[in-house]
């Protein structure tokens, strides 16, 4: 299709022509005889007048992010741009030889690539565009983010697994996170008993979620954290999205008193054992409050080294390995089966190193009833609780309490 006149030349063609249309109407009106006709010369040079069409150029393309800038975001869109004419080509493949898909406005003028990039990638684009017949070819280069700005994070709850309703949710970041109310907006938790929650960072690495209330028992729960192409300050970018689904099972608590030295087990509230136990010794103390079980083993080694206790030390004790293992804190409480030493003090004298020894039925039975993210409850043992992030013992915070860092309770 030749181009359209331009609006001067369009206005230069028709007052030409309305001069002529006078000069035709003067020349019949003044002149005699029949010399006075149409095919005159002033008519002839009317028709002679004619637009000119405007030379094609090549178009301009554009490209961004602008050849050589490094450290792009993989989620920021590649666009590619012609000023004019249309884009005839475009690609955009890494240096691993990936490209990347991306679509073509509707009068063919960008193209916008459609998913993210790869981090810690170089890419070229390559395009081509054509107006009229001539046509534009060029090249550009970029790169993503590097290794060493990437951030990742890991969550405490497995995708499909189950967990008692007291299950507390960790998110552990590989950088320090400055942008903390932006990272909390982030999560979303689904499900559960849909209840309020709350958030409190226990560092700037470590960040916690719980519900208001126990996890409605045998419920679903979805976390999900959105963090892919987030800047989370300090030039660190998320470089995932995560989601996980885990059920809940039935509402498991135990109940450990120092007092009548028993611990007392529930399932939906309905009491279901009871047996005798021996805690910590005086120089060992158990700690208080409400733990949730961590983790469990039908086996476990228990070594004096984690305690710093070496041969001569009055509380020096030989390695062993314990039977049906639940832990209660990181630093060294669990619950498991007595060593055969200790079966005639369960129920009258406290002889472990912290933690809660009992019959070899009673272990049995918590280890095979119980599971992670179910609560043991210690009283009577006139000792603090635990820091909360020596396990999961956030449950001793209150409420509204709970996202307020500088909060302090009995620990």
Not at 50 to 65: F, G
Not at 105 to 114: A, L, M
Not at 287 to 300: D, F, L, N, P
Request: proline fraction near 7%; hydrophobic fraction near 35%; include cysteine.
């Amino acid at each position: 299709m030749a181009p359209q006149p331009t609006r001067t030349s369009t206005w230069r063609s028709r007052a030409l022509t309305g001069l002529a249309g006078f000069s035709v109407l003067a020349l019949t009106a003044c002149g005699t005889g029949s010399g006075s006709g149409g095919d005159g010369p002033a008519a002839g040079g009317a028709s002679g007048a004619a637009a000119s069409d405007a030379p094609a150029t090549e178009p301009a393309v554009s490209v961004a992010p602008a050849a050589d800038t490094t450290m792009v975001n993989p989620v920021d869109p590649v666009t590619v741009t012609a000023d004019q004419g249309r884009l005839t080509d475009v690609s955009v493949v890494s240096d691993e030889g990936v490209e990347a898909s991306g679509d073509m406005s509707e009068d063919e003028t960008t193209w916008t690539s459609t998913k993210p990039l790869d981090f810690d990638a170089a890419y070229t684009v390559t395009y081509s565009a054509e107006n009229n017949g001539r046509t534009s070819e060029g090249t550009s280069a970029f790169s993503t983010v590097d290794a060493a700005h990437e951030m990742d994070v890991r969550m405490n709850v497995r995708d499909g697994g189950t967990y008692g309703v007291w299950q507390i949710v960790e998110f552990d970041f590989s950088e320090p996170i400055q942008n903390k109310d932006e990272i909390e907006q982030a999560v979303s938790v689904n499900g559960g008993g849909d209840q309020d929650g709350a958030f409190r960072w226990y560092s700037d690495t470590k960040l916690r979620y719980r519900p208001a209330e126990p996890w409605a028992p045998d419920s679903k729960v979805k976390v999900a954290i959105e963090l892919l192409g987030k800047d989370v300050g300090n030039g660190m970018i998320g470089n995932e999205n995560q989601t996980v689904n885990f059920t809940t099972g039935p509402e498991h608590r135990a109940y450990v008193d120092n007092n009548t030295k028993t611990l007392v087990a529930f399932e939906n509230g309905r009491k279901t054992g009871e047996w005798p136990v021996t805690l910590g010794n005086p120089d060992w103390p158990s700690t208080t409050g409400k733990k949730v079980i961590i983790e469990q083993a039908e086996s476990y080694e228990f070594k004096p080294s984690s305690l710093n206790l070496s041969p001569g030390d009055p509380h020096y004790y030989e390695p062993f390995n314990a039977s049906n293992v639940a832990r209660l804190t990181w630093s060294g409480e669990f619950i498991h089966q007595a060593l055969p030493s200790a079966m005639p003090v369960l129920g009258y004298a406290n002889i472990s190193h912290g933690c809660v020894g009992m019959p070899p039925e009673g272990a049995k039975y918590i280890f095979d009833t119980f599971r992670p993210g179910d609560m043991v409850e210690v009283v009577n043992t006139d000792y603090p609780q635990a820091d909360p992030d020596d396990g999961f013992g956030d449950w001793n915070i209150p409420f509204d309490k709970y996202s307020d860092e500088n909060w302090h309770g009995n620990w």
